[in-house]
């Protein structure tokens, strides 16, 4: 799940499959002007192969949360990470701007990158505006 603007400029929280451990892990790309970031030091084990995501956007500024059991407080990921170099007006609500996020897309996906046979189900995908 992530914001994208363009394939130079992205954040991407995404489950993997490490090697190291035998499990799955939550971790989070970014791509800004090109340049790809790992942005968690410390992935997060997902030992039952579900996770909720949450990415709560606020003037330019994302935070993004998990939790890998309903009914549980959400945790931090990454915590106030910019997010207004994803579009190219409208963030800092400038004069004759509307001050929010023109030009950025939110996405669910899933990327197959091992021989044709990975998957992922989606339960459901929200967008809120409040």
């Known amino acids: ?42 992935p997060i084990f997902v030992h039952e192969n579900i996770v909720e995501l949450r990415i709560v956007y606020n003037s330019g500024t994302a935070h993004i949360l998990y939790r890998l059991q309903d009914n549980v407080e959400w945790k931090v990921l990454v915590e106030g990470m910019d997010a207004s170099y994803l579009s190219d007006e409208g963030v800092n609500g400038e004069p004759g701007e509307i001050g929010g996020f023109t030009g950025l ?5 899933s990327v197959d990158s091992h021989q044709h046979d990975s998957f992922a189900d989606f339960d459901y995908y929200s967008v809120k505006n409040f």
């Open 105 to 109: 897309f939110n996405f669910v996906g």
């Open 1 to 42: 799940m992530g914001l994208y603007y363009d394939s130079n400029n992205w954040i991407y929280a995404y489950l993997t499959y490490s090697e190291p451990t035998g499990t799955i892990i939550l971790s989070l790309l970014q791509a800004k002007l090109g340049k790809r970031i790992e942005c968690v030091q410390n």
